[in-house]
Structures are given as C-alpha cells and as structure tokens.
C-alpha cells in the first residue's frame, strides 16, 4: 500500500458541522489542495494570493482534515499535478477565520496571502484510476 487512499465521498453526516469543526480545532492542522505549477509559484514568490477561485471569493479556501474527502471530490477531481500542503492554524493567527460554508459546516478559510515557509509539509497527491484525488491514508 502507498500510504494513500481514495476518499469515500462527500456524502454529509447529520453531525458533519460540529464533527469538522472540531476536528480541524483539535488537531490545529488545516489543509490546502492546489496544483504542484501554484505550489512552486507560491515557494518562488514567497507567497501565494490563491486560486481564481479564491480571489473571487476574497480569502484562501482551506480544509480540515475531515472536509479533504469532500473538497477532493467537489473541485479537484480528473485535476493532475496536485499537491496538499497542511499548516498549523495557530501560526496562521488572527488572519484564518472559521465561517459557514457547504451545507452549513464550518471551514477554515485565510484572510492574507499563504506563505509556503509556514507549511509544517506539502506532498503530491496522486489520482486514482477513477480521478478521485487519492489522500493520505493518516487523514482519513
């Protein structure tokens, strides 16, 4: 096995708001999913202002570790070259916000430019046969 697994879905459980909210609290750890070409741009420049997506939307879209399944499946699927990078919430200060989004959950989501040094890892993640982004299996 490779260490990496295929999410099961993003099918929402009754509890799935107050279960990801605290599970991102608990573990202090937030993820963000984009490409390795956004990923190597934010390492060169220092910085990253995020996706289209995100400037659209005016903050950096973040996940806890129980919303990557869902995120995965939503947005990145049959996307290649990806990358997961996990940060500690805690150093991302005053400037990371949890605020409602899909179906009601809370989500982290950065109000300043992500800054590639304060990545505790960033690791590729492949696709499956399927186009499911296929995640770490410890994040399951």
């Not at 741009?41 to 806890?64: E, K």
Request: aromatic content about 8%.
């Amino acid at each position: 096995m490779n260490g990496f697994c295929r999410p099961r879905g993003s099918a929402h459980k009754s509890n799935e708001r107050k279960s990801d909210h605290m599970t991102g609290l608990q573990s202090g750890i937030v993820y963000k999913i984009l490409t390795g070409a956004e990923w190597r741009a934010a390492q060169d420049r220092g910085t990253w202002a995020g996706s289209a997506d995100d400037a659209r939307d005016g903050y950096i879209h973040l996940s806890s570790a129980g919303q990557l399944a869902g995120t995965a499946a939503k947005y990145f699927r049959n996307t290649h070259d990806l990358m997961l990078v996990a940060l500690e919430a805690e150093r991302l200060g005053a400037d990371l916000k949890w605020e409602a989004s899909r179906g009601g959950a809370l989500f982290p989501h950065l109000y300043a430019p992500l800054v590639p040094t304060l990545a505790l890892w960033a690791r590729p993640l492949p696709l499956a046969e399927d186009g499911m982004p296929m995640l770490p299996a410890e994040l399951l």
